[in-house]
């Protein structure tokens, strides 16, 4: 699995790769609460500065909170399903 930090791109893997969104919702009940929320809202469609202004903080931390919920996402996707 690899999801990238472009929402267009990370929903066309998802779509490609990961082939349904059932994967990804149990992939998600391994996240903490802020996590899912980020994933959630990236395949919803919302941009960085929707996500920031959503989440009352700058462009910047979203961009970090983004890049940590990817991250932690296809960590849990490699440790379950890429052994």
Known sequence: ???TDDTEVF???IN???CNRELIDEL???LDYKNR???ENILQGFTINDMATMYGIEQK????RKYR???KLTEK???LYKK
């Open 77 to 79: 996707y490699n440790e």
């Open 37 to 39: 929320m980020v994933v």
């Open 28 to 30: 998600k009940t391994n």
């Open 1 to 3: 699995l690899v999801l």
């Open 61 to 64: 931390a979203m961009e970090k």
């Open 69 to 71: 919920a990817i991250q």
């Open 16 to 18: 490609i790769e990961v």
């Open 11 to 13: 929903e066309k893997n």
